[in-house]
């Protein structure tokens, strides 16, 4: 699998890899409904926002914060192994099998294995990012950290000052306050979080639109088993297993040696 193959996978052109934006899907995208029995005791609910027209930035992301299970829940994750398939209307018919491993604090690799045998890596080590070809520039680095980050959207808030509210607007049948956000510097996006429950249902950025549905608790956390990219490319992720905080070996996240 090529570079180009895994900028149609993430729907980035040559200008998103250059300034990258944060992707907030994956952190929160990694859920399984095979482990959604187990599920930790009863967690806080979001505050009711769904009255308010006009409510604060860190309201929002408070409510946010507590509807994907809170700091304390996600505090416990310490490592995180998922597995799913990836769909792309521009990579030919049929699906891509995912792999995620991520280890706190900052480290993580994804596979993805095509339906022809063909492999392809990309991971960071905590110190170095690197794919199949060589390393990653900075600026990708920064980009699947986010993507990647075990705790990226617990993180969310630390943010709050390069964000404003811009309106209570729809989604489907959905209420949502919509936040314009610039988490990279120089790269604008926004965040609609639905007024109801808290969380996060849409992701504009460029010329792309991120659906998140489905969202299913999963040992105390909150997570959408689906996540569509609407634009060019279509695509669709669907996640069907996780396990948290099983031993990953450090090494896992090395570049293989090539024989």
């Given at each position: 699998m090529t570079e180009r193959h895994l900028a149609q996978i993430?729907?980035?052109?040559d200008t998103t890899m250059k300034n990258p934006l944060p992707i907030i899907m994956m952190h929160l995208a990694l859920a399984s409904a095979s482990a959604a029995q187990n599920r930790a005791p009863e967690r806080p609910s979001a505050a009711p926002l769904k009255s308010a027209s006009s409510p604060s930035v860190g309201d929002v992301l408070t409510n946010y914060v507590t509807a994907i299970g809170g700091t304390a829940a996600w505090d416990k994750l310490k490592s995180q192994i998922a597995k799913g398939t990836y769909e792309n209307d521009q990579m030919g018919p049929g699906s891509h099998a995912l792999e995620v491993y991520k280890k706190a604090p900052d480290k993580w690799l994804f596979i993805i294995r095509d339906p022809d045998g063909s492999v392809f890596r990309q991971g960071f080590n905590g110190k170095?990012?690197?794919?199949?070809?060589?390393?990653?520039?900075?600026?990708?680095?920064?980009?699947?950290?986010?993507?990647?980050?075990?705790?990226?959207?617990?993180?969310?808030p630390r943010f709050l000052p390069k964000m404003k509210f811009l309106k209570k607007s729809k989604v489907g049948n959905s209420d949502a306050f919509v936040i314009e956000a610039t988490i990279i510097e120089g790269n604008a996006e926004k965040l609609y979080f639905d007024a109801s429950s808290g969380l996060l249902i849409q992701e504009d950025f460029g010329g792309a639109s991120l659906r998140y549905d489905d969202y299913k608790e999963v040992d105390g956390v909150k997570v959408p088993f689906t996540i569509r990219q609407e634009g060019s490319p279509n695509s669709t992720i669907?996640?069907?297993?996780?396990?948290h905080n099983l031993p990953i070996e450090d090494v896992k996240f090395d570049r293989p040696k090539r024989p």
């Open positions: 993430y729907g980035l052109t170095v990012g690197w794919n199949e070809s060589g390393g990653l520039e900075p600026d990708q680095v920064a980009l699947y950290g986010h993507l990647f980050g075990l705790r990226s959207g617990i993180d969310l669907k996640f069907k297993e996780i396990k």
